[in-house]
C-alpha cells in the first residue's frame, strides 16, 4: 500500500509560480514511475507531466512545456512540480500519482495509487 500526499497548491496571480510537492510513504517509490495529472470543473482528468523511476526519463503536456519542470527525490520519498509562468488555464485540482513499474506513462489508468489532490487556482 503506497499513500500519497500532495501539498503546495493555493492562488497566484497569472506569471506567478508555485512548487507542488508530493510525499510518499510505504511501498518502494524509488522503483515507481510518477506522474501529475490534473483535473478542472467539468473537464476530464488530464495528464500534465511524468518521471521514471530515477529521474532520467520526463514527459510533459504541451502546454505546460517549458513553464512546468518535474523531478523528484528518492531518498526523500518525494515528488516535484515547479510551475512557473502560471496562466488561468491551468486552475484545476493537481494529482500525484504512482504506477508500479519503472517507465513513464501518460495515461491515467496506467496508475495504480493517487493522491486527494491540491488546489492550483490561476487568477487574471
Known amino acids: 500500500q503506497v499513500q500519497l500526499v500532495e501539498s503546495g497548491g493555493g492562488l497566484v496571480q497569472a506569471g506567478g509560480s508555485l512548487r507542488l510537492s508530493c510525499a510518499a510513504s510505504g511501498g518502494t517509490f524509488s522503483t515507481y514511475a510518477m506522474g501529475w495529472f490534473r483535473q478542472a470543473p467539468g473537464k476530464e482528468r488530464e495528464f500534465v507531466s511524468t518521471?521514471?523511476?530515477?529521474?532520467?526519463?520526463?514527459y510533459y503536456l504541451d502546454s505546460v512545456k517549458d513553464r512546468f519542470t518535474i523531478s523528484r527525490d528518492n531518498a526523500k520519498k518525494m515528488g516535484y512540480l515547479q510551475m512557473n509562468s502560471l496562466k488561468p488555464e491551468d486552475t484545476a485540482v493537481y494529482y500525484c500519482a504512482v504506477r508500479l513499474v519503472p517507465r513513464i506513462s501518460t495515461t491515467p489508468n496506467a496508475y495504480y495509487y493517487w493522491g486527494q489532490g491540491t488546489q492550483v487556482t490561476v487568477s487574471s
Open positions: 518521471i521514471n523511476w530515477n529521474g532520467g526519463n520526463t
